[in-house]
């Protein structure tokens, strides 16, 4: 019997200690999956947006994620629950040519958000999560909430566009229905505080536009176009730094042959502007004067003077995500003739330039003839806002004598004075603008007749601060709708600002 109670006594030890380490081992061990798992089967979640770091301007100001949405969840018993959750973009967003956009997944494709995908995205996900009971019921009491996952917070990424300026910039194009692009520069630092194309597009439509032949997706700020006038800027430069006589006249008859071959003056039809000296021939954009100075100066020189002002290169701004064109200049190694020279005096033929390159061009007579590389991105933030990783470099070079500036800049002011922009500089009531407009032949023609771009470059004080704007319109001759005239207003709008 003493045998029997002491075998029985042991297996009943052996099935209380198995007893003991299997609930040890459920409760203790096991207990954070099981316990997930009980949570699993008591809640109902739906993905929302991945988590992603915010897009500011250089005040912090969000350029993303500035609005809440409504998103109605329906409930098993068809009660319905609205619930608030921040939007990546929506109709009112600012900037998309520099923001760029995000893929269905989340993930950034174009502009900021692409080239920065690895800063702004995050392992973390979201989900609204609603409390069930064993029957498949909501809870009463509990609602809803929104749960994160585990995993580092994203990184955010701060620009030098002002939010203030970008958005006068923007409702200025929309109100007047403008295609083309602008591009508004801080000229003592060469930060970029607005930038636009429009038409611009809508988020969440993405694939609507992919095969428009409107343009909505590209980015007309960084684009190369015929550039007409506004590079006479640039002859005008070339023959002051190689000490040309200024003070001498030329008679413009409205026209003028090189080689066979006739240039036209835009007052060709009222007999042109008859003698003329280089200050009134830039104010009052003559072509024949340029023409003949530039024939003069010879194409090397020219185009000499035109990389100093950095045109046919990228400004540096592809190193920050912004996509950009680098023009074109004649080749020195090519076919060379007097007609090409021409050409190139008045910005037309082989020369091509981007808003981007014109407005940091102007910026360089702005600061004396010192041209500066420019920045849209300041750097890459953490959630305090601090810069971790710096992105905006300053680098500068001079590339004119400030004596050379200084007459470029008396011959910008005529502009607006008595030359091509004084009517809307004058209706505006602006003074101390220092401005270069300019009208681009294209070569191609619509049933209206040739297409040729308005151009209205220039800079311009508000107390401390020094602005230069570049407006650029596809198409855009008409009295209504021209460079001049959105300059202007925009100059107007950012002066009181």
């Known amino acids: ?77 068809s009660s319905i629950y609205n619930i608030h959750v921040t939007q990546r973009y929506d109709q009112n967003s600012l ?55 585990q995993g580092e917070d994203p990184l955010s990424v701060k620009l030098t566009l002002d939010y203030g300026i970008q958005k006068i910039c923007e409702e200025v194009f929309e109100k007047n229905n403008i295609t083309g692009a602008f591009v508004f520069q801080d000229a003592k630092t060469g930060d970029i505080l607005a930038m636009g194309s429009f038409p ?26 015929s550039l007409g006038s506004v590079f006479k800027t640039v002859v005008a430069a070339a023959a002051i730094e190689e000490e040309l006589d200024l003070e001498y006249s030329y008679y413009c008859p409205g026209y003028v042959d090189v080689d066979g071959m006739e240039f036209k003056c835009h007052t060709y039809s009222s007999g042109g502007h008859g003698i003329i000296g280089m200050k009134n021939a830039f104010a009052k954009s003559c072509n024949t004067f340029f023409i003949d100075l530039g024939l003069e100066l010879g194409m090397e020189r020219i185009v000499n003077m035109a990389k100093l002002f950095g045109f046919g290169e990228k400004t540096g701004l592809y190193e920050q995500g912004i996509n950009e064109s680098e023009g074109n200049l004649p080749d020195l190694n090519g076919i060379i003739n007097n007609r090409a020279i021409a050409n190139l005096s008045i910005g037309q033929g082989e020369m091509l330039a981007t808003p981007l390159q014109v407005t940091n061009a102007i910026t360089a007579v702005a600061n004396g003839g010192v041209i500066l590389k420019p920045n849209i991105v300041e750097g890459i933030i953490d959630g305090k806002g601090q810069i971790i990783k710096q992105i905006k470099y300053e680098e500068s ?92 207003e925009i100059a107007s709008l950012t002066s009181t600002k």
């Not at 407006?471 to 209504?480: K, P, W, Y």
Request: charged share 25%; net charge neutral; with cysteine.
């Open 200 to 225: 611009d597009y809508e988020h969440g439509h993405i694939a609507e536009y992919l095969n428009s032949d409107k343009g909505e997706l590209t980015n007309r700020a960084t684009m190369s176009y």
């Open 1 to 77: 019997m003493k045998k029997r109670f002491k075998a029985v006594s042991l297996i009943a030890i052996l099935i209380l200690t198995a007893g003991i380490f299997r609930f040890f081992y459920l409760c203790i061990y096991k207990h954070e999956e099981y316990s997930a798992a009980a949570q699993r089967q008591r809640v109902e979640g739906t993905e929302l947006e991945p988590v992603r770091g915010v897009i500011y301007d250089r005040n912090m100001i969000p350029l993303t994620d500035r609005e809440d949405k409504l998103i109605a969840y329906k409930m098993p018993d």
């Open 397 to 488: 070079k001079r590339i004119i004598k400030e004596s050379t500036a200084e007459i470029l800049k008396e011959y910008m002011k005529e502009v607006t004075l008595s030359g091509t922009a004084a009517e809307s500089i004058s209706a505006a009531g602006l003074s101390g603008i220092y401005r270069k407009t300019g009208s681009a032949e294209t070569g191609k023609y619509t049933e209206d007749g040739q297409i040729v771009h308005s151009w209205f470059s220039g800079f311009y004080d508000v107390g401390d601060s020094r602005y230069t704007l570049t407006v650029f319109i596809e198409n855009g001759v008409t009295l209504s709708q021209s460079a001049v005239k959105i300059f202007a």
């Open 95 to 149: 900037a998309k040519a520099v923001t760029g956009y995000v893929r269905s997944d989340g993930q950034g494709e174009t502009g900021i958000e692409g080239f920065y995908n690895e800063y702004l995205r995050s392992d973390k996900t979201r989900e609204i999560v609603i409390v069930k009971d064993a029957m498949n019921n909501p809870i009463k009491g509990f609602g809803y909430t929104i749960r994160e996952s």
